[in-house]
DNA sequence: TTGTAAGCGTTATCAC
DNA sequence: GTGATAACGCTTACAA
């Protein structure tokens, strides 16, 4: 600790900027001196110090990344993207958990926001669009998984929802359902608001009426699927078929049907979208929508890191395939 | 962007010095002038630069956390007891997932310490000690979650496998099994071997005979837990019950007893140890071993943090107690 | 109570 | 090819 550049160069006989140089791996410097400083550092153990050199060069090359929570599967395969994506071009990675909390979304925000980070990714955001504008309007470029703004320093990437929900209830519909509930997440989430939309297009692309007393919301949680089911037979709903707007709250949904002796999928068909790794697991097996998560991390970070190093013809939108999974919570075909 | 405190300096009509003291609370500014610069910066949207900040403090407040895989829901558990703790006390984390690749764990070993960070957490750390130990002599005070090693800037937290790991298999005993497998992790781990004493300190306790060739090796994964699971029966060995070192391999055992038809709890009985996310999911419910996983993390931060700052009575190993969790997959007794 | 100026450890621009 | 030095933006003695 505590021996920096100076010293390398004192017992190297060489300059600091020679064996700045070196570190950087300017092909300027004579192999000789070269390996001589290398020696050197290596037997000081001298390791150069971040803060100097971010200071100088005015930048990180530190991505930071705020996540809804880290513990969904969803998140944490998107956050794994990015990571790879980050560290193969000698990125480093900040992660913030706000565990839903918008304020503390935004504590973060104003966190990272003193340039210890070159840009930033927002996965699954709470904010409001304004906000994240303000950011964007700072300098920052930001990178936006699950929603979209349009700003020239603003990219995105995620599925089309609205698609990949009327696929979802047609294979319902296909099945032989035609009273099929909508459980739906957070009022102002967009993917929820587009699922929605693609369940009302299924709905009518088969000559189904829509009914609003078939949609209830779940919060994106398990205890919100949970209260949600409740709410529907407290009520006198009568149904055959459930499109989950995401697996977490099909786990309320298994738990309420497993308490009221209601048979998945005889019974009861369901459907939720994110391939949650507890998905497969479950008995009987969840029928989901797939994204790739993965990619979706790393496309948003490498279009982060291009366009940081100048390439500016990017697309600010991509929009990715997703993927119908059938198991065996919605193979019952009634017909 | 690019506004700094000079520039809120001569519009608010002081020096440099009043407004980094404004910036940093110092009580000794008359509130007046403290007010107007606040509104300059306000105005200006003005925010300190990190690095210039760090570099002349010689800190960054922020915490480096070196994690094995952030999808296993213990990790990720441990992961936001550090954060949480961390942000309560103004720090940031930084995270890094290793991927179980010790190469790879060593990389970010050596990125993380050029003083970009002011400590080091390893969750799961595969690294001989060897190198843990040279980073902690530099001067890195180091944090270690699940392992612990002796030296002055060391700190550890960890449960008593041992013991867990025999009231595991006494409960497994108490419900009339003799013939109990224990599938171990990497041979290397040290967690495994403890929870290896445990099973067999529980067996001798009950004069029930150490058998080695009911203990096979399932490297902590669920594929791994498959094939231990296959050689068990190609060797044709008999047992009613499977100790097992974690939760993912018995997801492996599960999927092996529903291809070969073997009911569990009633002809084979399983308890796992970490309570992953999944488990209590499954059919039947898994039963398994609990950590204070947040407690956990957020115990070695909260050390890190007194220790970079001046507390020096702390002890350097923290044992923290675990829990049985008895659920439907060992609930069967054969007496 | 406020201002002046040195210094944190690099890198980059000049000379040589 | 190499060396001297200014500059990055902030904090903190020390002066005033």
Redesign the pocket.
Known sequence: M?I???DVAKIA?????????V??NNP???P???DAVLKVIEDLK????A???N????KTMTIGVIVSDIKVSYNADIVKGIQNKAYSQKYKVVICDTQNDMEIEREYLRLLTDRSVDCLILVASLLPEKEVLNVAERGYMVGLVGRSIDHENVFSVHTDNVKAAKEAVEHLIAQGHRDIVFLSGYANAKDSYDRLEGYIKALGAHGIPFRPELVENGNFNETGGYAAMKRLKGKGAVFTAIFSANDEMALGVYEYCNEAGISIPSELAIIGVDNDRVSKYLTPSLSTINQPKNDMGSLIADKLIRSMNGVFDLPRVSIVESQLIVRQSSEFNRA
Request: aromatic share 4%.
């Open positions: 505590d920096k550049i100076v006989n060489v300059s600091q900027a020679t064996v700045s140089r570190l950087n300027i410097v004579k000789k001196t070269r001298y390791v150069p110090h803060a100097a050199k200071l100088r060069q005015q």
